[in-house]
């Protein structure tokens, strides 16, 4: 008597009524060191991550209406709402490779897309050339940030991110949008835009380590007088909202180059020292 060996895809096809007519997927999975298929996708980290997307639309739309505060606070929200998706998926247990993919292609539109429309919209565009070049870098060095990140996952230290985040950079210029939406760059100003742009998209590709505040103990103890610090810090940002946005989004922009350079300069000052001792 033969044994029949029957094929796992069509034994999953008669173990459900058939497929549906759109949105079918069949996603296999690791649980208990066994390989296990799932049909359908996680609703909760996934509505994050569409909110996000929606925001980065939004942004787009409202920035080819004219309405730019809107469109630069939807880039703010839509990262709000990034930095939730990863985390309730983590407590919830609802991690997959779908969302992680369906969370890449989201960021690629809420920060990569959506930011530099927005700056072209509001003052690239009077610089012709130079002024869409300086959007379609920024919108290159995003994807590949994003690609890059991908493949790195897994690989590279949790603590640290290699090039400056999306999210973190699409702060950089919706803040600086949000500040002077009122006055219109022109000249010099606009080349000024087109250049802090440039470089915040050559930030996301460069191979600068910036934190990633996953280090920080947010259980432990802190001086009394920290508190008070956090607590001045919420004060300024309540009465100069954007200005103080601009301010800790670029702080953190140039955290790295800066760190980077002082390491530098210590360490030839550190090899002058030990090469002297030694002569």
Same mark, same amino acid.
Not at 192 to 209: C, E, I, K, P
């Given at each position: 008597?033969?044994?029949?060996?029957?094929?796992?895809?069509?034994?999953?096809?008669?173990?459900?009524?058939?497929?549906?007519?759109?949105?079918?997927?069949?996603?296999?999975?690791?649980?208990?060191?066994?390989?296990?298929?799932?049909?359908?996708?996680?609703?909760?980290?996934?509505?994050?991550?569409?909110?996000?997307?929606?925001?980065?639309?939004?942004?787009?739309?409202?920035?080819?209406?004219?309405?730019?505060?809107? =469109? +630069?606070? @939807?880039?703010? *929200?839509?990262? %709000? /709402?990034?930095?939730?998706?990863? $985390?309730?998926?983590?407590?919830?247990?609802?991690?997959?490779?779908?969302?992680?993919?369906?969370?890449?292609?989201?960021?690629?539109?809420?920060?990569?897309?959506?930011?530099?429309?927005?700056?072209?919209?509001?003052?690239?565009?009077?610089?012709?050339?130079?002024?869409?070049?300086?959007?379609?870098?920024?919108?290159?060095?995003?994807?590949?940030?994003?690609?890059?990140?991908?493949?790195?996952?897994?690989?590279?230290?949790?603590?640290?991110?290699?090039?400056?985040?999306?999210?973190?950079?699409?702060?950089?210029?919706?803040?600086?949008?949000?500040?002077?939406?009122?006055?219109?760059?022109?000249?010099?100003?606009?080349?000024? =835009? +087109?250049? @802090?742009?440039? *470089?915040?998209? %050559? /930030?996301?590709?460069?191979?600068? $380590?910036?934190?990633?505040?996953?280090?920080?103990?947010?259980?432990?103890?802190?001086?009394?007088?920290?508190?008070?610090?956090?607590?001045?810090?919420?004060?300024?940002?309540?009465?100069?909202?954007?200005?103080?946005?601009?301010?800790?989004?670029?702080?953190?922009?140039?955290?790295?180059?800066?760190?980077?350079?002082?390491?530098?300069?210590?360490?030839?000052?550190?090899?002058?020292?030990?090469?002297?001792?030694?002569?």
């Amino acid at each position: 008597m033969t044994q029949q060996h029957q094929d796992p895809h069509k034994q999953d096809s008669h173990d459900h009524e058939g497929p549906l007519p759109f949105g079918d997927l069949v996603e296999e999975v690791s649980e208990d060191g066994k390989k296990v298929r799932h049909r359908g996708v996680y609703l909760l980290p996934n509505l994050f991550t569409t909110g996000a997307l929606f925001c980065g639309f939004y942004a787009i739309v409202s920035a080819m209406n004219g309405n730019f505060v809107q =469109a +630069a606070i @939807a880039i703010f *929200l839509a990262m %709000l /709402l990034d930095g939730m998706d990863g $985390r309730v998926a983590r407590l919830t247990n609802t991690q997959s490779a779908f969302g992680e993919q369906y969370d890449s292609l989201a960021d690629m539109v809420s920060f990569g897309v959506a930011p530099a429309l927005v700056v072209f919209s509001w003052a690239l565009h009077d610089l012709g050339r130079w002024g869409w070049a300086a959007a379609f870098i920024y919108t290159a060095c995003a994807a590949l940030r994003l690609a890059r990140f991908n493949t790195q996952i897994g690989v590279v230290d949790k603590k640290y991110f290699i090039g400056l985040a999306s999210p973190a950079a699409a702060s950089i210029v919706a803040a600086m949008v949000w500040v002077w939406h009122d006055g219109k760059p022109v000249d010099e100003w606009a080349i000024l =835009a +087109a250049l @802090a742009t440039t *470089l915040t998209g %050559l /930030l996301m590709v460069s191979n600068f $380590r910036y934190t990633s505040f996953k280090s920080v103990d947010f259980r432990g103890r802190v001086p009394f007088g920290f508190m008070l610090f956090v607590v001045l810090v919420f004060a300024l940002l309540i009465i100069y909202q954007q200005q103080g946005l601009l301010v800790l989004a670029v702080i953190y922009g140039l955290s790295a180059p800066v760190a980077w350079l002082y390491q530098s300069i210590f360490y030839r000052k550190s090899a002058a020292k030990s090469s002297g001792s030694t002569d």
